[in-house]
């Protein structure tokens, strides 16, 4: 049998619950509560021949590993995040045992201490925006092959006015955006800006030009939805998601054995 180590989905306030029967974990482990002065953390045995440093490298390298393990990370912590305030983790936070993760809870209890108090009764909304598709090369207004008397000429009038268009466009979508941005931080306890996905992440060929993460009074949360929804048209598209957990506002450095890059 391969040597197990421990992998850490979450860090919660300890309010005496368990996770519902039939949450399973990475590799459909069984998940443990390991408790210390206020604080759990949840963990589940997987083997170091597949999440140990080294293989750990070549297993990032699989997209459907990687999707997988994301899949399971996040149901783990969902599943936490409603029973009480929760910091998660980020994927692929591995150690050698138990013991180290007790560790861990003693050496960094009041970090976690804090950062729980700060999102105690509040959850993550996640706001994408993306860019309405700019229309494909159209005649200069006043301007046809006919007047210009040479079609090139025309073709080239087109494609000038057409890169301004887009130009323009981009310029539009970006700073509208930004007040989308202002509007929602305004409603929110704390924002969070990441990069943009690029269409191979995102599904869409639209340019998203706001990546956003906002977190929200739980008694705040219709208010923030409504504002969402005043902010739409604009010829921007937005997409809204959650209520969740606040990963993007909970991140510590935890000197992890392995983790995957934000946008993975």
């Not at 705040?220 to 606040?246: H, M, N, S, Y």
Request: with cysteine; aromatic share 6%; glycine share 8%.
């Amino acid at each position: 049998m391969a040597e197990a180590g421990t992998y850490l989905y979450a860090i919660a306030q300890d309010l005496g619950r368990s996770l519902p029967a039939g949450v399973a974990g990475v590799a459909d482990a069984p998940v443990r509560a390991i408790a210390h002065e206020g604080l759990v953390a949840y963990v589940s045995p997987v083997p170091l021949d597949e999440f140990g440093e080294e293989p750990l490298r070549r297993s990032l390298e699989d997209l459907d590993w990687v999707g997988d393990t994301a899949r399971a990370h996040h149901r783990v912590v969902e599943a936490v995040a409603e029973e009480a305030p929760t910091a998660p983790v980020r994927l692929v936070t591995v150690y050698t045992s138990e013991d180290q993760v007790r560790d861990l809870l003693r050496r960094r209890h009041d970090d976690f201490a804090a950062v729980l108090a700060h999102v105690t009764g509040r959850r993550e909304w996640g706001v994408k925006a993306y860019a309405a598709p700019v229309a494909a090369d159209s005649p200069v207004e006043g301007e046809s092959a006919t007047e210009s008397g040479k079609p090139g000429t025309a073709y080239l009038q087109r494609r000038r006015a057409s890169l301004r268009n887009r130009e323009d466009t981009w310029r539009q979508a970006a700073e509208c955006a930004e007040r989308i941005h202002a509007t929602l931080a305004a409603t929110s306890v704390a924002s969070h800006r990441h990069r943009p996905q690029d269409p191979e992440l995102s599904g869409r060929e639209d340019p998203m030009v706001l990546n956003g993460a906002y977190l929200v009074d739980e008694d705040r949360a219709e208010e923030f939805v409504a504002a969402v929804d005043g902010l739409r048209g604009q010829g921007i598209d937005l997409e809204l998601t959650g209520p969740w957990a606040p990963y993007s506002f909970t991140v510590l450095d935890l000197g992890t054995t392995g983790e995957v890059p934000d946008d993975a």
